[in-house]
């Protein structure tokens, strides 16, 4: 086989993305785009060509854009939630392509609220980025970690110059080597806050080269866990930290659950083993499964999935022998406004919860952390029955010839 040259290969045409006017997120250029893609590919996308969404909104959430992807929307419930934020019954809607899953939620969803609801608490609510700053040598990074705290309130002004929304909490430094690792804590309202908190963060890092010594500095260490799993995400202030608990009598164990509380604990004190065995970080049946279709629903940044996932579920045996089954989300980055909380079908699900708009995150976090649960004791009793495999094949087996 004859060999290309890099040289030859930087010559040979390549075909590119149509470059529109302003992006081309007009409705016509749109469709030029997607055309142009389907000339390219000899594979007409009808169905990515049909959307609702006006497509000029999508500026600042997606670049070259050719449609729009469409997910099922499921609703399970009613999910009784006993808040400080969330009070009262809710329908939440879940957008997936695996079966069995809303139904599946749906079950720990009627264990929940037959048994009078989930009681849930916030108790952090914060978004965290942490710069690393090279220094010549040990003792000079020492130094400088040390200097940090008196300068705070010129950090804080130097940051929240650039936001109105966001407040700078503290910062903290890590020694590494000859590097610091700053850490930077916020508030960042209803926003998911990452854009938010990486600018003012720059700003701040600014005043540090220009007055705290630093030579040089890069945005990301890596330290902050954002879009990816470690176990700092267990201390919380990655996100929002939510707590949701409800007692299930065993009369609705059985009669919902199809087991008894302690055939669930018994189950519970066995994976927990493996995942002490696998090095896992926390312990949860299908956090993620909840997660991800009530983030794709909502217009939340799927990929926080990665972090928020990493959660803590506990089932426990009540001396009047109920269960108690609880479930803590250290890490769960959520918002209800930016980003694509207000595009089409996702606003619409935020407000059917009550959720959209200013004011609304610490609600919705709390409903997340009552689905969480009903998942949780929905997969407990399906494992512990012997009902797992059954209810999947079901369910969630997409069977082409039932179509013809």
Same mark, same amino acid.
């Given at each position: ?15 590119l993305?149509p470059?529109?006017?302003?992006q081309?997120y007009?409705?016509?250029l ?6 142009w ?38 609703i ?8 400080e ?28 609220t ?5 009681t ?6 914060s ?38 929304h ?19 804590e ?5 926003a ?11 700003a701040?890092?600014?005043?540090l080269?220009?007055h705290?010594?630093a030579r ?7 330290y902050? !866990?954002?879009k990816r799993? /470690?176990? #700092?995400?267990?201390?919380? @202030?990655? =996100? ?6 409800? *007692? ?13 509380p ?16 696998t ?39 009540t ?5 108690y089954? !609880?479930?803590?989300?250290? /890490?769960? #980055?959520?918002?209800?406004? @930016?980003? =694509? ?6 606003? *619409? ?19 997340i ?16 029955s ?5 209810a999947h094949?079901?369910?969630?087996r ?7």
């Amino acid at each position: 086989m004859k060999s290309t040259s890099a040289a030859t290969a930087l010559r040979e045409p390549i075909s590119l993305v149509p470059r529109l006017k302003n992006q081309g997120y007009a409705r016509d250029l749109v469709d030029r785009r997607r055309r142009w893609l389907e000339e390219r590919s000899q594979q007409k996308l009808p169905h990515v060509g049909r959307f609702s969404i006006a497509s000029e909104a999508w500026r600042g959430n997606i670049e070259n854009p050719i449609g729009a992807a469409q997910v099922p929307l499921g609703i399970a419930g009613p999910l009784r939630v006993c808040g400080e934020h969330a009070r009262g019954d809710v329908y939440v809607p879940l957008a997936t392509t695996e079966g069995a899953l809303v139904r599946s939620y749906e079950r720990g969803m009627v264990a929940i609220t037959r048994s009078g609801g989930a009681t849930v608490r916030m108790e952090i609510d914060s978004n965290r980025i942490s710069p690393v700053f090279p220094f010549e040598d040990v003792a000079t990074a020492s130094a400088f970690a040390r200097r940090l705290p008196g300068w705070l309130e010129d950090l804080r002004r130097a940051a929240e110059s650039t936001t109105r929304h966001g407040k700078l909490l503290r910062v903290t430094g890590l020694l590494l080597g000859r590097e610091v690792i700053v850490d930077f804590e916020y508030h960042t309202a209803d926003a998911q806050g990452m854009n938010m908190i990486s600018v003012a963060t720059d700003a701040a890092c600014r005043w540090l080269v220009e007055h705290g010594g630093a030579r040089s500095y890069a945005i990301f260490s890596g330290y902050n !866990s954002e879009k990816r799993a /470690s176990g #700092s995400l267990l201390r919380g @202030g990655k =996100g929002k930290t939510v707590v949701a608990g409800a *007692e299930i009598p065993k009369v609705l164990t059985r009669a919902v659950l199809h087991a008894t509380p302690e055939e669930l604990v018994d189950l519970w004190h066995h994976t927990v083993l493996g995942h002490l065995r696998t090095g896992a970080l926390g312990y949860n049946g299908h956090v993620a499964n909840g997660l991800t279709a009530f983030f794709v629903a909502t217009g939340q940044d799927v990929a926080n999935v990665v972090n928020s996932s990493v959660a803590i579920t506990n089932f426990e045996l009540t001396p009047g022998g109920d269960l108690y089954a !609880s479930v803590t989300l250290p /890490s769960l #980055s959520v918002a209800t406004v @930016g980003g =694509g909380t207000g595009l089409g079908t996702s606003r *619409e699900c935020l407000e059917m919860l009550g959720c959209f708009g200013a004011g609304g995150a610490p609600r919705l976090a709390e409903i997340i952390a009552a689905t969480v649960l009903a998942g949780e004791l929905s997969m407990g009793g399906a494992i512990a029955s012997g009902e797992f495999v059954a209810a999947h094949d079901g369910l969630g087996r997409n069977r082409p010839e039932a179509l013809s």
